[in-house]
């Protein structure tokens, strides 16, 4: 870890006037830490080397409230277990609670941050190798990726200049949610959605977020979605059983109605892009239409149409196919939520009963 | 036979002074005072400032659990987190959970199925099992945990050795699991191994 200097903010103004410092002076870039899970890592590997370190951790930003329009709002420091496990996230919000422990182990989730879930870096091994080229860790250095060991690599939105991807699950289900991120800085507050938070790698994969230097995270508002808290799953392919990154990932929400036809529908594929892939024409295709596996299958097409391998990773883009599919029959089903093995309402309905 | 080479020392930079901060800490019971660097990891503080070693460095990013501890009893990997962050705060390590000469009765049931052969991850095994308890997650659907759910919130400590069946029979015994309800299979149909 490089030397660096360490200042416990007290408040929101405190932290954005020790960010700002940094800013002013690019030598000595300043940034907010919280649970730091991820951070230290990158510090310890030399991919990142902060001069100063702000810890935000005594900032009122914790709390996860009930919003007036039927909403709720995370704070950026509650903790990703806080979070999933709160009993307003579980029954309004269970695709959320499935992705947050879907992801890492109790021990990062219990130290995690939701806006630091949201600032993650990517896992591509050639990012974190300081040692060889990168254009996301040193822009203009070229891609050690492309042609290289591909497996965890993007199929969806990737450049000629990177194709990593964004490796966390809290975010495809926060993109499910239509999620707005509340950000403060010295020139004031404003609201990013989700859909643009997260950026493409185009010619600046250096780029993760659209949030600027000096702008610091303050909470995450998720809109009202009881509408689809029956319906409701999120599927994670990875690896091993537990406690790794998916290859494919999928949060599947779907408000059906009496008569068995789809109202709504909301679908995004994770570990497949830079970004939580979402398509709104997907989602489109699903809409007025009874559940079934050719309509699940076409909203597959839509999702990954213009899907690329690269090489070693061709096999994702079948594997998010049969995962689409697979996760909207689950929430067809009913909903869980990660915490149990089955929940009642997972055999409550079933894809093969006929619609009355 | 090369002449020596005599090469000027250049004059020492005169070295900056390196900040230091003021870390108080609770371990196990008792209060600790350490002035230490911002980049001083919690681990390395207990290890090296505190001697308390049981706490091991297995990966030092996050992926073994081997320096597992409690911070209000919760559970935490010490690797990832600065000293100078837990100012103030409550920590257990392995040595603080038996009572004097009494065994915490995770450690003694870690005994009794030998949940253990290298020991190199057993501390961090321990101090998971103990904040797993105490953050009382594992409640399954119908309030009653399951094996399953064992195996899923001990996903975070690692044992190269494959003692996991040791592991989650001493767990589920000190949890009170009397019935040995399922087996090892896979927890949760939404988390599918490729």
Redesign the interface.
Known sequence: MNPVTYIAAADVTGALASLYAGVDANSTPSKPIAGGTNLLDLMKERVMHPQQLVDINALPLDAITAAPDGGLRLGATARNADTAYHPLVQAQYPVLTAAILAGASPQIRNMASNGGNLLQRTRCHYFYDATVPCNKRAPGTGCSAIGGLTRQHAILGASDQCIATHPSDMCVALAALDAVVHVRSNAGERQIAFADFHRLPGEHPEQDTTLAAGELITHIDLPPAQQFAAHSAYLKFRDRASYAFALVSVAAMLDVGEDGMVRDARLVLGSVAHKPWRVPAAEAVLIGRQVDAVAFAEAADVLLAGARGQGQNDFKITMAHRAVVRALTQAVEGTHDNTHEHTDAFSSDSLDQEPT | MNAPISVPLAPAAPAAP??T?PVSLTINGRQHDFQV???V?LLDLLRERAGLTGSKKGC???QC?AC?VLVGG????AC???A??Q?GKEITTVEGLAQGDQLHPLQQAFIDHDAFQCGYCTSGQLC?GV??MN?N?A???DGAC?R??V???????VCRCGAYPGIVAAVTEVMGMTSPDDTDR?????????
């Open positions: 390196v900040a901060y660097e911002a980049w990891t030092d990013h996050g659990g597992t919760r559970r935490i990997n990832l987190t600065l100078v962050m100012n998971s904040g797993l953050e997650r409640r399954g659907a399951t399953a759910e195996r899923e919130l001990m996903s975070g400590n896979a927890f949760l149909p939404g988390t599918v191994p490729a």
